[in-house]
C-alpha cells in the first residue's frame, strides 16, 4: 500500500505523519502573520485623520459642556443662585440675536419668511424638546441622585441609534454596539468611582419622579439631536440655530416668567455672578453654535458618545473648586471611554461606496443601506447603419 501511494505521488502514511510534526514543530509564515497583520489593519483604520479629528472635536464639545457645569455649580452652591432656565434664556436669546438676524437679512427662497411660511410648525417642536430637555436634566437633580442621573442620561443613546435607524436610514455593524458597550462601561466605572468617593450622595427626594425626568430629557435631547443632524446636513446650519434661537427664546422666555420670576428677584448681583453668568452664556452660546459642525462632519451618535467625557472634566475642576475626592477610576474610566469612542468613529468609516447620483438626504449617514443602481445611468450604445438608399436607421443595444 505504502508502495502504491508513492507511485501515484501522495506521501506514505509514516512520511505524512512525520510533516504533521515538522508543522507543528515549525507554524508557516503565513499563520505567524496573521495576527500580526490584524494589528497592523485595526491601526490603520483607528490612526487616521478623520478619527482623530472627530475625537478632538468631541473633547472640545465636552470641555465646552464642563465650562456650563462648572459655572453652574458654581453659583448654586457658592451664590445659592439656581436659574436654569433664566441661564437657558440668555443661550437662546444670543442664537436669536446672531444666527435669527442672519437669516432675516437673507435673500430667496431661504429667508426667514419663507422658512416661517413652511416649517414654522416643525421648529415649535424642535424648540420646545430643546427647552425642556434642558429644564428636566437640571431639576432632576432636585429630586434624585448624581449617580442615577449620570447613569439613566446614557438612555439618549440607544433612542438616538434608533430614531437614527428610523428617521434618517442610519445603519450600524456590530463594531458600533461593542463601541457604544464600551463607552458605557466607562461611564459605570465612573460612577463606581463616584459611590467610592462619597459623590453618589444627594438630598434629593421622590426618587421616582427624578428618575422620570432624567429619562424623559434624555429622549428629548435624542429627538433634538437627531432632527439637528437632518437640518445641518439636508438644510443648513444657520437655518438650525436661528429657528431654534426664535423658538426657543420664545418659549424658554414664557417659562421663565411662569417658574422662575421669584428666584430671579432674589438675586444680589454683582461682578462675580455677573461674570459666572456670562462665562455660563458664552461656553453654551459655543456648545450650540459648534455642535452642528461636528455633527454635519461625523454623525449626532458620535456626538453623543464623545462628550460622555463632559462628567470627567467637571470632576477634575471639581477637584480644585469644591475639593473633590480623586480616584483613579477616574482616569480608567475616561480612558474606557475614549477608547470605546474611537472604536465607534472608525467604524463609521466603513460606509458603503458611494452611490452613482448623489442625495442630499443621504450625506454624513453611518453607513447607508441602500445603493442605487449605476447600470441605470448608463449611456446606452448607439449604431448607425447606412443603406443603399440613403436610409439612416438608428438602433440601440
Keep these: 500500500m505504502e508502495e502504491a501511494a508513492a507511485a501515484a505521488g501522495a506521501q506514505p502514511p509514516a512520511v505524512a505523519v512525520a510533516a504533521g510534526d515538522a508543522a507543528g514543530a515549525e507554524p508557516s509564515p503565513g499563520a505567524a502573520a496573521s495576527p500580526r497583520r490584524l494589528l ?23 470641555l465646552l459642556i464642563c465650562g456650563t457645569a462648572v459655572t453652574s455649580q458654581y453659583l448654586a452652591e457658592v451664590f445659592r443662585i439656581a436659574t436654569p432656565m433664566l441661564q437657558s434664556f440668555i443661550n437662546y436669546f444670543l442664537l436669536l440675536l446672531v444666527y435669527t438676524t442672519m437669516l432675516a437679512f437673507r435673500t430667496g427662497s431661504n429667508n426667514l419668511g419663507q422658512i ?15 427647552v425642556e ?137 454683582n461682578w462675580k455672578v455677573a461674570l459666572l453668568f456670562t462665562g455660563f452664556a458664552l461656553c453654551m452660546f459655543g456648545l450650540y453654535s459648534f455642535m452642528p459642525v461636528v455633527i454635519k462632519i461625523t454623525s449626532a451618535t458620535s456626538v453623543n458618545l464623545g462628550i460622555l467625557t463632559s462628567d470627567l472634566y467637571s470632576l477634575f475642576f471639581g477637584l480644585f473648586l469644591f475639593k473633590y475626592k480623586f480616584s483613579g477610576l477616574y482616569i480608567l474610566a475616561f480612558i474606557v471611554i475614549i477608547v470605546g469612542f474611537t472604536l465607534y468613529c472608525s467604524a463609521t468609516g466603513w460606509k458603503a461606496e458611494p452611490t452613482a447620483v448623489p442625495q442630499p438626504e443621504s450625506s454624513g449617514r453611518d453607513n ?30
Design 368 to 397: 447607508a443601506a441602500l445603493k442605487l443602481e449605476e447600470n441605470d445611468s448608463e449611456t446606452p450604445a448607439v449604431t448607425v447603419h447606412f443603406t443603399p438608399g440613403e436610409t439612416v436607421v438608428v438602433s440601440t443595444d
Design 116 to 130: 416661517l411660511k413652511r416649517r414654522w410648525w416643525k421648529y415649535i417642536f424642535l424648540g420646545l424638546a430643546d
Design 133 to 269: 430637555a434642558n429644564y428636566m436634566i437640571v431639576k432632576a437633580y432636585q429630586y434624585t441622585t448624581l449617580t442615577s442621573v449620570q447613569l439613566l442620561d446614557c438612555f439618549g443613546i440607544p433612542v438616538l441609534m434608533a430614531l437614527s435607524w428610523f428617521l434618517l436610514g442610519a445603519r450600524y455593524k456590530l463594531a458600533h454596539f461593542v463601541a457604544v458597550a464600551i463607552c458605557l462601561l466607562g461611564v459605570g466605572t465612573m460612577v463606581g468611582a463616584d459611590i467610592l468617593a462619597g459623590r453618589s450622595e444627594g438630598e434629593g427626594s421622590h426618587v421616582v419622579i427624578g428618575d422620570l425626568l432624567v429619562l424623559l430629557a434624555a429622549s428629548l435631547y435624542a429627538i433634538s439631536n437627531v432632527s439637528e443632524e437632518y437640518i445641518v446636513k439636508n438644510l443648513s446650519r444657520v437655518e438650525f440655530l436661528g429657528m431654534l434661537g426664535l423658538f426657543g427664546t420664545i418659549i424658554s422666555g414664557l417659562q421663565l416668567a411662569i417658574v422662575e420670576h421669584k428666584e430671579i428677584m432674589k438675586i444680589q448681583w
Design 40 to 62: 497592523t489593519l485595526l491601526g490603520a483604520k483607528l490612526c487616521t485623520w478623520y478619527v482623530w479629528k472627530t475625537v478632538v472635536l468631541g473633547q472640545v464639545l465636552s
